[in-house]
């Protein structure tokens, strides 16, 4: 109640229900979710589901870039008249293989975070290909994060999967693409502001949620050393450009936001609170 005194709930729904009506509305679009990895999809992904429902959503993100853009595309071809939502671990693109009206979204995530997020996950998680090697070899992080996938998320962007040389070049269609084929985006690192502008521009219900798959060894960027910073934008110095140009847009793309935004932008992360206190009491989501 405390953490509520102070917020006129009344005023928020209202205003929710107001922006609602300036969102798209096209009842035959199919939304496709770019889910680069460790961006924080999984919980975004339980969000989802409550939007789409399950029968009308599906995930993929089991196998290869490669692999799994090829099954998205193989399910759009079968007959994706049925789905709202479709997305995974797959590059911009797949929307060729269906004559529907469609919008990608995307979340992207600090280049270097990144990196070290996926060292700690290899050593976290046996399934992983390199956690054998890693534990078996007791390899330190600056000489694992050279053996990760370098410059995913301008890989994805530009359309390529997680295999060959990614260029400059790409990293120019990377950018041309999230300026101007993504429809709306945001950062792991403005993950609340970032569910706000989605939540506005589909028109979703409030995306309420709790974390998930939250990596318990990860450490953040502060805690390692300025050589390893250097080792890994060095590694993804493709996507440390992207980045930069991403944080950029997203900071244009806010301002340009209808009336009340900050308002609601402000708002939003003490209702998430409180969600987040009744799941604890209750165990639903």
Known sequence: EGASADVNWHEFFDYEVETCRLTRSDKNLLVIFLHIPKTGGTTLWSVLYRQYGQKHSRRITEGSIAKNAAMLRSLIEQDSSKFGLLGGHVPYGVHTSTQRSTSYFTLLRDPVQWLFSSYYKV????????????????????????????????????????????????????????????????????????????????????????????????????????????????????????????????????????RGFQREAAIFPRLNALYGRWVNLTGRR
């Open 123 to 258: 050593l976290r998680k046996q399934e992983h290909p390199l956690h054998e090697k890693f534990t078996a070899e007791k390899t330190e992080l600056n000489d694992g994060i050279v053996l990760l996938e370098d410059n995913l998320q301008t890989r994805m962007l530009a359309g390529l999967d997680d295999t060959g040389t990614c260029t400059s070049e790409h990293l120019e269609i990377a950018k041309q693409t999230l300026r101007d084929r993504i429809d709306t985006f945001g950062l792991l690192e403005r993950y609340d502001e970032s569910l706000v502008v989605f939540r506005r521009f589909y028109g979703w219900k409030t995306p309420l949620y709790v974390r998930k798959n939250v990596g318990t060894n990860t450490r953040a960027k502060t805690q390692h050393t300025a050589e390893s910073v250097e080792i890994a934008q060095a590694h993804n110095a493709l996507d440390v450009q992207l980045y930069a140009f991403a944080a950029a847009l997203f900071e244009e793309r806010l301002r340009e936001q209808g």
